[in-house]
């Protein structure tokens, strides 16, 4: 049957506005485009250790074969749930079989009627389709303004209040004042929940996080961890109370009505977990080549083009989808995989080429993409 109409139309206008998404192919370029912030996702000893370990547990079995509340809770779930708990410093770590569901789980769950959420503006995708689906009222406030955030919390004295923010948004790369944030959360005893998806593997000696290496975790009511980034691998979890964790099991949809992951999943998780341990001259490396990404687009002149940020993510602004396309492909031509983002993404007049910096990117490939950067543009 052809496509309706309607939805013919919605596509035909994507490619109008030049912002049709497509799947991209494979490419051997240099990467400046992916999550793997310190090489997890191709790590031998990684891949070799988590199916060593379930060969040796004799853990035979392809799939969970079904919820984790029916028959999918295989005994390597409890372990590894176990050493994330210890790990990130937490009561208990339930996980969910990505970033995405976990998100949704939660937000969807949590917050009840009556309650009130309030997100800053640039809170990821997932968060947001969780807060759709709950039965709170929600209300967002401006990127990183705690001023605007607390005009919010004045408006409603009685309500069970959740605030809802990220340590590294996603496009910005950038970072709110968390000390502040948990002191004004702490004045009106509200729970804040954080997403530190792009943290894990990127901030802390063992890459444990943003929260964690503030030592603020045990002021947050909730945080949510996502694999698929810095762990290199796929899956999520959410760290907090031993009853919240009760209450995810019991009410989280996205946790209820899933398969779960396969073992061969979970022990790549377990693996990478262990892996953080002993690889802090990797996570190192990652921080001094972020450093030296800020240094050398300082020197070139192309500082105030670029969103201002610590983090792995480094964002330059190229306002229009079709310029911002045309100057990542000139960069994709030379070899750099940096990939352009298009509005709807991002607000129009915001699209941006997006740096994702990583331990293996050497320091002669930054400097080149920088200069190729600087000469396309002026």
Known sequence: MKLPKNLVQKLENRRLNNSLRQLPSFNNLVDFSSNDYIGFSKSEPIFKLSHHYLIENEIIQNGATGSRLISGNHSLYQITETFIAQFHEAESALIFNSGYDANVGFFSAVPQ????????????????????????????FNHNDFEDLERLILKFPNANIYIVTETVFSMDGDSPNLEELVELSEKYNCYL?????????????????????????????????????????????????????????????????????????????????????????????????????????????????????????????????ENVKKLAQQLQDKGYDVKPIL??????????LRFCIHSYNSEEEINQVLKLLNGFIF
């Open 113 to 140: 009627r009556n309650d009130v959420i309030l997100y800053d503006e640039l809170s990821h995708a997932s968060i947001r389709d969780g807060i759709l689906m709950s039965n709170a009222k929600s209300y967002k």
């Open 193 to 321: 929940v954080v997403d530190e998806a792009h943290t894990l593997g990127v901030f802390g000696e063992k890459g444990e996080g943003l929260i964690q290496y503030l030592q603020l975790h045990n002021r947050i009511f909730a945080r949510i961890m996502t694999f698929g980034k810095g762990l290199g691998c796929h899956g999520a979890t959410v760290l907090g109370s031993i009853d919240l964790k009760d209450y995810l099991v019991n009410f989280a949809r996205s946790f209820i009505y899933t398969t779960g992951l396969s073992p061969h999943s979970v022990s790549t998780i377990f693996t990478a977990y262990q892996q953080l341990n002993i690889e802090k001259e990797t996570i190192e490396k990652l921080r001094q080549n972020i450093i030296f990404f800020n240094q050398q687009k300082n020197l070139l002149g192309l500082k105030p083009m670029f969103v201002r940020s610590k983090s792995a993510i480094q964002s330059a602004i190229v306002p229009g989808n």
């Open 343 to 352: 509005s709807p993404t991002v607000p129009e007049r915001q699209e941006r």
